[in-house]
């Protein structure tokens, strides 16, 4: 502003700056020197200044300092030290290193494996919106890990994670509907879900999404948008769906009968070990 860009003598004055202990100016420099703008990256000098601005407890610093530690960048990889970062981070309310830290913890990375500190950094993360510490959290609860098994509180998690658009959660939420866990059986609700899951290629939303269309659960009977799911379960290899693929060709259900195209799939199951496709 003022002036021609010119990111060497920027780099110039957050230094001046960063030396004086301005920390948002120390982070700059890290910054800049890990991307190498005015400067070649040299990422241990980037590491150096992200320290100086996470020893002023500037929090995106921290994260950084941590990250680095974690993949080696800028100095040998050191996972105890990564977490020691993570952590303080995560203190000061950084959401995606309250993520990390449960990754840690659950995985045993820089520490013992810790299942219910682990959930408690996933809730941190998850009550400020984090969409797979969401439904982490929900995992945890279905199945006992960390906590006791509590199925409603599971699938509030899911739900939650879910609304956000995240595959997997919506995928899980399907399930839970359909099997009636934390809620009692709705067949729509979960056919719902599962197509949510099913329009962003999760291959096991779209199996069962020609199932629930074959069978008539959740909404009519329509072969022609089952074998339409199937299809797009089957591309991605899941032999399940490649089964049922073969086996609607073969009889002519949601198709005409095609006993080349049934044969193709047939293989396609086999291929995987599908006992019934053999």
């Known amino acids: 502003e003022g002036t021609a860009p010119n990111k060497a003598t920027a780099l110039q004055w957050f230094e001046k700056a ?22 070649a990256p040299n990422k241990a000098t980037a590491l150096q200044w992200f320290e100086k601005a996470a020893a002023l407890e500037h929090k995106d610093a921290q994260f950084k300092c941590a990250q680095m530690y974690y993949d080696g960048e800028g100095t040998a990889p050191n996972k105890e030290t990564a977490l020691r970062w993570f952590e303080k981070a995560a203190a000061l309310e950084h959401k995606d290193a309250q993520f990390k830290c449960g990754w840690m913890y659950d995985n045993g990375e820089g520490t013992a494996v810790d299942k219910e500190t682990a959930l408690r950094w996933w809730e941190k993360a998850a009550k400020q919106g984090h969409k797979v510490a969401q439904y982490n959290c929900g995992v945890m609860y279905s199945n006992g ?22 595959a997997n959660a ?22 719902q879900w599962f197509e949510k899951a099913a329009k962003q290629e999760h291959k096991g939303a779209q199996f069962n999404c020609g199932r629930m269309y074959y069978n008539g659960e959740g909404t009519a009977p329509n072969k022609e948008t089952a074998l339409h799911w199937y299809e797009k379960a089957a591309a991605q290899e899941h032999r399940g769906a490649q089964f049922r693929c073969a086996q609607m060709y073969y009889n002519g259900e949601g198709t005409a009968p095609n006993k080349e195209t049934a044969l193709q799939w047939f293989e396609k199951a086999a291929a995987l070990e599908h006992k019934d496709a053999q």
């Open 145 to 166: 890990d960390g906590t006791a098994t509590d199925k409603e509180a599971a699938l509030k998690w899911y739900e939650q994670s879910a609304g956000q658009g995240y």
């Open 170 to 191: 919506q995928f899980n939420c399907g399930l839970m509907y359909d099997k009636g866990e934390g809620t009692p059986v709705n067949k729509e609700t979960a056919l």
């Open 18 to 39: 960063a030396a004086l202990e301005h920390k948002d100016a120390q982070f700059k420099c890290a910054q800049m020197y890990y991307d190498g703008e005015g400067t």
